[in-house]
């Protein structure tokens, strides 16, 4: 809420913001890649999606 109205009042730019979110995405993305529990956990996630996907294609006429 507050970083909303940072934006919103431009004390923080939508770049720097879009920055930061790249860059928390990259630290998710390596400590997946390093610590097994939450590469295993990301693992289910994707398996869960594809699953999911799967069930839905049948549906489709």
């Known amino acids: 809420m507050r970083v909303q109205a940072s934006l919103d009042a431009g004390d923080l ?3 720097r ?3 930061w979110r790249h860059l928390q995405r ?3 993305w390596q400590a997946r ?3 097994a529990r939450l ?3 990301e693992k289910q996630r ?3 999606i594809h699953l ?3 069930a839905g294609r ?3 006429a």
Do not use: D, H, N
């Open 26 to 28: 990259e630290l998710a």
């Open 17 to 19: 913001m879009a920055s």
């Open 52 to 54: 999911q996907q799967r």
């Open 46 to 48: 994707r398996k869960t």
């Open 58 to 60: 049948g549906r489709r």
């Open 39 to 41: 590469r295993q956990q």
């Open 13 to 15: 730019s939508e770049v």
């Open 33 to 35: 890649r390093t610590e």
